[in-house]
């Protein structure tokens, strides 16, 4: 069956950097985009960005320009979301999820903490 | 850009239904959107993708209890024979140009 499987829990201090994996499964990798979301606590889901892994192609949503990178590796069918110049509100539990909005990952929880 | 109005709350006694709303904004009415279900300490959870013609793909599993229809600019999620789980935060999702996604502010529903 199709599985999002997300690395662990981050824990970093302001202005580092965080990268997350999403390492897919149970269909072809290539055929969809991967799309990132995050939700911080008590909070609702926002979209930060998506890849297509076929082609490479990324779009990011405006507020996180220059902060958010996506990036994939085909041969492990895997996806990876740096966050850069982290501060205390991007405290928050991100989530990989596949483009047709049916499957997503179980969430890695990223605290930024002095 | 495409906004999705959702209300913070509703609530519903168990056994009734409740029917849940999210409003396309103006200029957008013809786009379709996904319903998610988000129970307390989970992931969201795909329920339909609604589209436009008011047909909808189910997610795996989803119960006939959840359907979804539309009238205008309005998207419906209604859910039958209210369970206590079916408690959670409910969030409406759509597609911008360049494959953006736009969220509703999700409604929490409270099984009374």
């Known amino acids: 069956q199709v599985q999002l499987m997300q690395s662990g829990a981050e824990v970093r201090k302001p202005g580092a950097s965080v990268k997350v994996s999403c390492k897919t499964s149970g269909y072809t990798f290539t055929d969809y985009s991967i799309h990132w979301v995050r939700q911080a606590p008590g909070q609702g889901l926002e979209w930060m960005g998506w890849?297509?892994?076929?082609?490479?192609?990324?779009n990011y949503a405006q507020r996180f320009h220059g902060r958010v990178t996506l990036t994939r590796d085909t041969s492990i069918s895997t996806v990876y979301m740096e966050l850069s110049r982290l501060r205390s509100d991007d405290t928050a539990v991100y989530y990989c999820?596949?483009?047709?909005?049916?499957?997503w990952g179980q969430g890695t929880l990223v605290t930024v903490s002095s | 850009q495409v906004v999705l109005t959702q209300p913070p709350s509703a609530s519903a006694s168990l056994g009734t239904s409740v029917k849940l709303t999210c409003t396309l904004s103006s200029g957008h009415i013809s786009y379709a959107i996904a319903w998610y279900q988000q129970q307390p300490e989970k992931g969201p959870r795909f329920l339909m993708k609604?589209?436009?013609?008011?047909?909808?793909i189910k997610g795996d599993g989803i119960p006939d209890r959840f359907s979804g229809y539309i009238s205008g600019a309005e998207r419906y999620l209604t859910i039958s024979s209210l369970q206590s789980d079916d408690e959670a935060d409910y969030y409406c999702?759509?597609?911008?140009?360049?494959?953006?996604?736009?969220f509703g502010i999700g409604t929490r529903l409270t099984v009374l």
């Open positions: 890849i297509n892994p076929h082609s490479g192609a990324k």
């Open positions: 609604l589209n436009s013609d008011g047909s909808h």
């Open positions: 999820a596949r483009g047709d909005s049916k499957s």
């Open positions: 999702q759509t597609w911008d140009t360049g494959a953006y996604w736009v």
